[in-house]
Structure formats: structure tokens, C-alpha cells
């Protein structure tokens, strides 16, 4: 079965940097694009990232862009959020998704791992 | 695009129907879908392209619209469907994907 499993949360200061991993299993990995969407503690959700099936393209949303490097590794089945430049409103459960057929809306999510931005 | 959803909260009693919308603040065409989460989990998605039901997801969901006025429907409230439900598109290319604020279903 389809399994997403975040992971490399935490707390961490203002300004550091934080790398959060999305392990895969269950379907072929290589096949799908990715995306990272976040929760900010008792809010809505916000679309963060997308990284096409071979890695080629990626795509930001304009809160993270240039702060944020999302990659992946089809070989070991691994995506990767690195997040540099941290900031409070960063604060939030990170989910990884797959892409049900590369077209923007997501069919698996992971559980989430919350990092938390303070002080 | 900015997403709007209503009503923020809808009490519903176990058997009735719940009617949820959503709305865009411009044309999404079709390319509109919608989750839900329950209490400390991730999201789970419903509906596809405004109207198709995901894999596994129980035909009493059903999601109509296009454009930019879009609802969800559940014929008949089960007690695991108290949840939120949250409406997406993904009209932009390249990618500006947004959510809607949510509906919170609730027991009446």
C-alpha cells in the first residue's frame, strides 16, 4: 500500500535552516510528481512546493521561493524540503502528497512533521 | 486565485444531507478538488476535476460546478464524515495552487 512518512521536524531559531524528508513506498516512486503543502497550527492549508517525477521541475510558492529547495532521490525513494532562512509564519505540519495524475490535486499524504520556528 | 468556502461551520445531524460551497475568485475552469481531514490526520482527497469521486471515496459524495462556484455534497451524514472539508484548485500554471479556509462539518 501507498505509504508517505515525513520526518526532520523540529524546533528551530529564526534565520537557521531545517531539512525535512518524505520517505515513499508502495507504488513507483520515479512515476509521480511530488509536492510539500503545509498547516499552520489550527489554520487552513497552503501549497508549498512541486517537484516533477524525474526532479527536472520544481515550482514555489512565493512565500518560500528562494528560501526553500525542494529535490528528490528516485533512487532511494526520498523527497526532500530544504528550508533555510526560517522564519515564524514557517511554523506549521509539513505534509508531503503525491500527485494522483500530475495535474495539481494530491490523492496520498503522509501524517506530517510539525516544525515549529521560535526563539 | 483566491478560494472562499461557506458556510465556516455547518451542524448537521447523522442521516442528513450537508451541502458545502466553495467559490474562486476567478474561472478554474473544471480543475478543482476537495478534502477532507479529520481530527489530526492529514488530508484525505474526495473529489477530482470538480465532479469525479477519488478511488475508494463513497458515492454518497458528490461535487458538482465549474467556473467558479463549485459544491459538495453528502446525501447522507455518516458519523466518520464530522470533518473539515477543503476545496483546491489548480487552474495556475505554473504552479499557484490554493486552498479554500474550510468547512467545518459538525454534529448538530
Known amino acids: 500500500q501507498v505509504q508517505l512518512v515525513e520526518s526532520g521536524g523540529g524546533v528551530v531559531q529564526p534565520g537557521r535552516s531545517l531539512r525535512l524528508t518524505c520517505a515513499a513506498s508502495?507504488?513507483?516512486?520515479?512515476?509521480?510528481?511530488m509536492h510539500w503543502v503545509r498547516q499552520a497550527p489550527g489554520k487552513g492549508l497552503e501549497w508549498v512546493a512541486v517537484?516533477?517525477?524525474?526532479?527536472?521541475?520544481?515550482y514555489y510558492a512565493d512565500s518560500v521561493k528562494g528560501r526553500f529547495t525542494l529535490s528528490r532521490d528516485n533512487s532511494g525513494n526520498t523527497l526532500y524540503l530544504q528550508m533555510s532562512s526560517l522564519r515564524a509564519e514557517d511554523t506549521a505540519v509539513y505534509y508531503c502528497?503525491?500527485?494522483?495524475?500530475?495535474?495539481?490535486?494530491?490523492?496520498?499524504w503522509g501524517p506530517g512533521t510539525l516544525v515549529t520556528v521560535s526563539s | 486565485i483566491v478560494m472562499t468556502q461557506s458556510p465556516a461551520i455547518l451542524s448537521v445531524s447523522a442521516g442528513e444531507r450537508a451541502t458545502l460551497s466553495c467559490r474562486a475568485s476567478?474561472?478554474?475552469?473544471?480543475?478543482l478538488a476537495w478534502y477532507q481531514q479529520r481530527l489530526g490526520q492529514g488530508p484525505r482527497l474526495l473529489i477530482y476535476?470538480?465532479?469525479t469521486r477519488a478511488p475508494g471515496i463513497p458515492a454518497r459524495f458528490s461535487g458538482s460546478g465549474s467556473g467558479t462556484e463549485f459544491t459538495l455534497t453528502i446525501s447522507s451524514l455518516q458519523s466518520e464524515d464530522f470533518a473539515v472539508y477543503y476545496c483546491?484548485?489548480?487552474?495556475?500554471?505554473?504552479?499557484?495552487?490554493?486552498f479554500g479556509p474550510g468547512t467545518k462539518v459538525d454534529i448538530k
Open positions: 517537484t516533477s517525477f524525474d526532479g527536472r521541475k520544481t
Open positions: 476567478q474561472s478554474v475552469s473544471s480543475n
Open positions: 483546491q484548485q489548480y487552474n495556475n500554471w505554473p504552479p499557484r495552487y490554493t
Open positions: 502528497a503525491r500527485d494522483l495524475n500530475d495535474r495539481g490535486y494530491f490523492d496520498y
Open positions: 476535476g470538480a465532479s
Open positions: 508502495g507504488f513507483t516512486f520515479s512515476s509521480y510528481a
